[in-house]
C-alpha cells in the first residue's frame, strides 16, 4: 500500500513512517523543514529512514498549493497520514499567521489532494487543546469543544469542521486523533521534559507554571505510534443511522474521531521526579503563575478507541522518562 504522511521529519511523523516501510508499505514523506526548532535534529530523523527503500522524502510546503495537487497527481496514493502542522500553544501567542498558513490553508490542500485523487482515508493530527475550558473529566469526544483557549486549539478544532464538510460532501473516510501530551526520543524541543531535561543537565532552574498544581496525560510515542497504525486500517463508512448526528465524534458521512492518549493523567510533580530520578539530578524550580492559552488538566478518555481498535497504551511514565532521558544522553553525545 502506498501511504503520504505529512510532517515526516517531525517527531511522530518520523516514527510512523518507520514503522510503516517495516510493514512492507511505501511511503512518500514530505516536510518543510522549517525552523520552529532545531533543524538539525528533523535531519537526524529523517537519516534513520535514509537507508529504507520503501521511503522517499520531499521537501515541499503544505500551503503551496500547486506543488501538493501535483504531488497528489503524481504519485496515486492509497492513504493519506496528515501528521504536518504548525505546533505549540505558546508559540501561538507569538506568531499566529504561520497557524493560518500550516494548519488551515495547509490542511485544505490535503483535504483537496485528497477529493480530487479519491484517497480510502485520511487520517489527520487534531489535539487534545480542543478540549479547551471543559471541567469535565475525563474528556470524552463526546463533549462539546466549543470553548478553545489558544490559536492553536482553534486550529485544530477547525481541521475537524473541514474534514467533516469534505466527508460529507465529497464521501472522503478521515479520521481526526486528538493527541494527549506525546514525549518520548526524538521529541519536540519545545516540550516540557526536552527543556527540563536540557536545563537540569546544564545546572539551570526550571519553570513550573501553575506552581506545578497541573496534570497531563502524558503519552509515550509507543504507544501513539501503534494507535495510528491501528486506526489507520479501521475506514469510516457512510451510515443512515441519523443517531450518529448525535454525536460530535460521529456522523452519517464517513467521519470519526478518537481521543489517543494514556487514558491516565500523571501530575507535574510526579513527572518532573520520574525525571530527576532518571537523570540522577535534582531539578531547581522556579515556580511561576499560570500562563495565558494554557488548561489545568488533561485526561483522555479511550473507551470508543478500545471498542474500535484494541488500543491500549503500555508504556508507563516511569519507563518512558527514562527511555527519553537515555535516548538524550545518547544523541547529544555525539553531537
Not at 200 to 221: E, M
Amino acid at each position: 500500500m502506498k501511504y503520504l504522511v505529512t510532517g515526516a521529519a517531525g517527531f511522530i511523523g518520523a516514527q510512523v513512517s518507520q514503522k510503516l516501510v517495516q510493514q512492507g508499505h511505501q511511503v512518500i514523506g514530505i516536510d518543510n523543514l522549517n525552523d520552529y526548532y532545531d533543524v538539525e535534529l528533523k535531519k537526524s530523523r529523517l537519516k534513520q529512514l535514509a537507508n529504507q527503500s520503501l521511503f522517499t522524502f520531499k521537501k515541499l510546503d503544505l500551503a503551496d498549493r500547486k506543488a501538493i495537487a501535483e504531488l497528489f497527481q503524481n504519485e496515486q496514493f492509497n492513504r493519506v497520514i496528515h501528521l504536518a502542522a504548525q505546533a505549540g500553544v505558546r508559540y501561538s501567542l507569538e506568531n499566529p499567521l504561520a497557524y493560518a498558513d500550516s494548519n488551515l490553508i495547509g490542511f485544505l490542500t490535503i483535504l483537496e489532494g485528497c477529493r480530487q485523487q479519491h484517497i480510502e482515508h485520511l487520517i489527520y493530527a487534531s489535539s487534545s487543546s480542543v478540549y479547551g475550558l471543559n471541567q469535565q473529566m475525563p474528556f470524552s469526544t463526546q463533549d462539546p469543544v466549543d470553548h478553545p483557549v489558544s490559536l492553536y486549539a482553534a486550529t485544530k478544532k477547525s481541521n475537524e469542521l473541514m474534514a467533516h464538510c469534505y466527508s460529507h460532501l465529497y464521501q472522503i473516510p478521515t479520521t481526526g486523533l486528538r493527541f494527549f501530551t506525546v514525549y518520548g526520543p526524538w521529541g519536540r524541543p519545545d516540550m516540557a521534559l526536552f527543556k527540563f531535561t536540557k536545563a537540569i543537565l546544564a545546572n539551570q532552574p526550571i519553570d513550573v507554571y501553575n506552581h506545578g498544581k497541573l496534570s497531563r496525560d502524558f503519552t509515550y510515542i509507543d504507544d501513539i505510534v501503534e494507535g495510528i497504525l491501528r486506526v489507520q486500517s479501521h475506514i469510516p463508512g457512510i451510515s443512515t443511522d441519523s443517531s450518529r448526528l448525535n454525536s460530535p465524534a460521529t456522523s452519517t458521512a464517513p467521519y470519526q474521531i478518537f481521543n489517543i492518549g494514556n487514558g491516565s493523567p500523571v501530575e507535574l510533580m510526579e513527572f518532573i521526579q520520574a525525571l530527576e530520578q532518571a537523570l540522577g539530578i535534582p531539578a531547581q524550580k522556579n515556580m511561576l503563575p499560570m500562563q495565558p492559552g494554557d488548561v489545568y488538566s488533561t485526561w483522555a478518555d479511550t473507551e470508543d478507541l478500545f471498542k474500535a481498535v484494541g488500543y491500549h497504551p503500555q508504556v508507563s511514565v516511569q519507563q518512558g522518562v527514562q527511555n527519553f532521558v537515555e535516548w538524550y544522553q545518547n544523541y547529544y553525545s555525539h553531537c
